[in-house]
């Protein structure tokens, strides 16, 4: 089962500021006297916006026998759901874990095995909360979840 990752207004119009100002800043190169600034910027800068785009377009998580599979852009990963003990809901710009693949700042926080942990925000959360209950009835919550 796919489930996509959740996209909030904020972190939308983040990515659309980003890709606007980098291209913002490649103009000024363009009126340069030689083509060479102008093309260092627009390959750096269109490498970034392509990275942007690749990970706001595939940012998914998967369940799939008892494991959960996450992606967003070139990082992935896999989660052991007999390993879960806890899942956390949380709100907020800052997520106090390493692994972050998602595009909210509503989503959930996974501990797994004793110190891993990873922010994840899957758009059916209650779907995707129902279907680890499933697989691992040992799952402890913290929090309430928030509706956006």
Not at 55 to 83: A, M, Q, R
Not at 107 to 113: E, V
Request: proline share 5%; net charge positive; aromatic share 18%.
């Amino acid at each position: 089962m796919i489930f996509k990752s959740a996209v909030s207004k904020l972190n939308k119009y983040i990515y659309i500021g980003v890709i606007l100002f980098l291209l913002v800043l490649t103009i000024p190169a363009f009126f340069e006297d030689s083509y060479e600034p102008f093309l260092v910027l627009f390959s750096i800068h269109f490498l970034v916006i392509l990275f942007l785009i690749w990970t706001y377009k595939t940012t998914f998580y998967k369940i799939e026998n008892t494991d959960l599979h996450w992606k967003s852009g070139p990082f992935k990963g896999k989660i052991d759901i007999t390993k879960i003990n806890r899942i956390e809901y949380h709100k907020g710009i800052y997520v106090p874990t390493i692994w972050k693949p998602a595009l909210s700042h509503i989503g959930l926080i996974i501990t797994y095995n004793k110190y891993d942990d990873i922010y994840i925000s899957p758009e059916k959360q209650e779907e995707f909360i129902t279907t680890l209950q499933r697989l691992n009835q040992n799952i402890t919550f913290k929090n309430t979840p928030y509706v956006e």
